[in-house]
């Protein structure tokens, strides 16, 4: 995984696969067609490239590929935003193998960001996620709607291995299928926002090998960034909890996110929340936990 042809090859053969020659005005529709979706050809042609260094290209043997070829490539393709930026990320000149063999060390949240944390506590779960989506920091409420990660041992604090490997997941969240299919797309976003990443690369193979569910998505080739959306919680003690998330960026700490939940003013859940919050005041001296 830390080298980027396998990746470029899977995602362009995926997205040209995705297109209807037909809805683009191409000649010879599906029907005259060996396989579906866009010719290399015709991806050059769109992207106003030669179709050999757009084979190149999606060999991953093109050494250096320039923003606006990739924007030509994004607009050939119909690509998303987060697709675009993907696509960028994954044909950025990587190091030779064996240059990143070493582990990525696991950032420190900052006594700052603990702060924030702690003030959030009495009415609004928050998290702080790192690259491949590991778990870093969260505050007491946010231990309290779903898992406790303070019981959980630091290498398996990651979105992605929980959703996939832990059955609490499952009856956790009553929109599993959804929640999966984010995780996935978004764990791809992560190899383009982390491409070097030895985390994220570790967490994918483990994945890929453990869970047939995860394989199927990863296929899919789904790349998608949501920063913001609603979930569902089936929660042991307080029924089902209805939250708006939102995730920031922290500028000043590459590579962090800072979640939040919140709820509606006066819902069942916001007062759920408020009790769930009152329920775990003494459970533990520190507002806020960081790893």
């Not at 050494?63 to 993907?86: C, F, N, Q, W």
């Not at 990443?197 to 960034?225: D, G, Y």
Request: glycine content about 8%; aromatic content about 6%; proline content about 8%.
């Amino acid at each position: 995984m830390g080298h980027s042809e396998p990746e470029i090859k899977a995602f362009l053969k995926a997205r040209r696969a995705a297109l209807d020659p037909a809805e683009l005005g191409l000649p010879d529709g599906l029907a005259r067609r060996r396989v579906r979706g866009l010719r290399r050809e015709e991806v050059a042609q769109r992207a106003g490239i030669s179709v050999d260094y757009y084979t190149r290209i999606e060999q991953g043997r093109a050494p250096a590929i320039s923003d606006s070829v990739v924007g030509g490539l994004a607009r050939a393709l119909r690509l998303t935003p987060s697709e675009h930026t993907y696509l960028r990320n994954i044909t950025l000149p990587r190091p030779r193998a064996g240059e990143s063999a070493e582990p990525d060390p696991r950032p420190a949240v900052r006594p700052e960001i603990r702060q924030l944390l702690d003030a959030m506590d009495a009415t609004v779960p928050a998290f702080v996620y790192g690259p491949g989506m590991d778990v870093l920091a969260w505050n007491r409420l946010g231990a309290r709607i779903g898992l406790d990660y303070g019981t959980i041992p630091e290498d398996r604090r990651n979105g992605p291995l929980l959703v996939f490997l832990d059955p609490r997941t499952r009856d956790l969240h009553p929109d599993w299928d959804e929640i999966a299919d984010d995780t996935v797309a978004g764990l791809r976003a992560e190899i383009g926002r982390h491409p070097g990443s030895t985390r994220v690369c570790r967490v994918i193979h483990e994945l890929l090998e453990r869970s047939e569910e995860f394989r199927r998505r990863w296929e899919a080739q789904a790349v998608q960034e949501r920063t913001r959306g609603t979930k569902r919680f089936r929660h042991p003690e307080a029924g089902e909890l209805v939250v708006t998330f939102e995730a920031f960026t922290l500028p000043a700490d590459p590579g962090q996110t800072l979640c939040t939940y919140t709820a509606e003013k006066g819902s069942p859940t916001a007062q759920a929340l408020r009790i769930l919050a009152g329920a775990g005041a003494g459970a533990d001296a520190d507002a806020s936990a960081v790893v």
